[in-house]
Structures are given as C-alpha cells and as structure tokens.
C-alpha cells in the first residue's frame, strides 16, 4: 500500500479514485505515565510517555485506514491527514484520513505534470 501526504505519486498514475477511508483509535492517558508526566512537568523536557502513546495511536489509526482502502480496492491511500480530538477528561481521538485510490506505473510520455 502506498501512503503519501501529497496529491500524487511521482512516476504513477491515478487511474481510480475510490472515496474518503479513515481509521481512528480513542486512547485514554495511563495513572503511571501521568504520574511521570506530573513530576517532568517540574523540571521540564520531553514527555516520554505520551510520546510513545501518540506514536503507538498514530500508527494503529493508520493500519486502520489502510485496511479500509484495501477493502475499497486500493493501492495507495493519498492526501493523508491527522486530526485529534479530545473526547473526554483524558482521552482522545487520532484520526488518519485521506483519499482512496487505484495507482500504476506511467508509461513514458503519460506523466502528468507537476502543478
């Protein structure tokens, strides 16, 4: 599956579009990693822990929409976006989402042009 944040794919052609596929996650924050959190918070520097949980969230909402688009019949998964939303005290949503389609090789002279 290829995944990109951008319109097109560089030496490949759009020859289906095939809707909007998402994937997200809901995560709610852990006693220990706020705990920690609390104590970073005085003396400063990265948040180590949410970071893995942002990281892990990210990557679960990803897998999920790529297998939306594979049940849609895509091969790549193009203008991919991240949003998040709060949904409660301590937790969140990530959301992945981004255009299904159907992409191939371009044959010499069917390029299209950069815009």
Same mark, same amino acid.
């Given at each position: ?12 052609? =759009?020859? /289906? ?10 995560? $709610?924050?852990?006693?220990? &990693?706020?705990?920690? #959190? ?23 909402? =990803?897998? /999920? ?10 091969? $790549?998964?193009?203008?991919? &976006?991240?949003?998040? #939303? ?30």
């Amino acid at each position: 599956m290829f995944l990109s944040n951008i319109e097109s794919f560089p030496g490949y052609v =759009i020859t /289906r579009h095939l809707g909007l596929v998402q994937g997200s996650t809901v995560r $709610a924050k852990h006693v220990g &990693r706020d705990i920690m #959190a609390g104590l970073k918070n005085l003396v400063g520097g990265e948040l180590k822990g949410y970071t893995e949980l942002l990281n892990e969230s990210r990557r679960e909402a =990803i897998e /999920r929409m790529e297998k939306q688009a594979k049940a849609v019949g895509a091969n $790549a998964v193009i203008n991919i &976006r991240f949003s998040t #939303a709060n949904i409660t005290a301590g937790a969140a949503e990530i959301l992945a989402y981004g255009t299904a389609v159907v992409i191939d090789r371009a044959m010499a002279g069917d390029a299209q042009p950069a815009r």
